[in-house]
């Protein structure tokens, strides 16, 4: 559930603001705390606690133990599907390595194989990606790979520049079929008085520079105070 906050947070004065909301309506941001999860994507409570969930355009290498002709590797299509020999067309995205060589063993073990040992391996990401901008050293798009928090993607992209505002870090998420936005502030998370929030795929992260003009405080006067999470007209 989504936690009440006291008052909106100021949203980061950027250009890149326009192109993380698009022709959508600003968005309602949070201070802190956790935000909520994205619009599932096939999610289900399985997949969303046990890691990374394969999604379309990932590459799989699938091996059958003992089987070389069922060792093979495949690429999760624009509909999630992946075809594997004598099984078939085979829904894939929104699940757990685990789960998918369950089914694909459980497949097999129906007419085929006794005991098959089913092993398989994301070999390329593609779909479980996220966008980091901003004052950071390594600006770019980066893959999930498993649970990640805000902290650990800012290391991936090398860390906040010398010009970084650590105390305005924004993630912007589709909930709910709105643009939202949460205001963070990595010294806070660092020192343990904040939570490290937890980063999902398609996820925008920008961190604001040092010195830079908010957009809040152009927009404060004539914008209404919403609750948390509901969008600025």
Known sequence: MLRKFAALAMIGATALLAAACGPARMAGVQTGGQMGPPDPVRMDPVTAATGYMIGPMDQLDVNVFQVPDLTRTVQVDAAGQIILPLIGPLNAAGKTVPQLQDEVAAALRVKYLQSPQVT???????????????????????????????????AMAKGTDRVANERHVIIYRTINNQKMGALYDLVAIRAGTLEDPEIYARDIIIVERSGMKSAWQDLRGVMPVFGLFRPLL
Not at 123 to 148: C, E, F, I
């Open 120 to 154: 398989i391996y994301i070999s390329a990401y593609a779909s479980q990606r996220v966008t980091v901008d901003g004052a950071v050293r390594g600006p770019g798009v980066y893959a999930l790979q498993g649970r990640t928090t805000l902290l650990q993607l800012i």
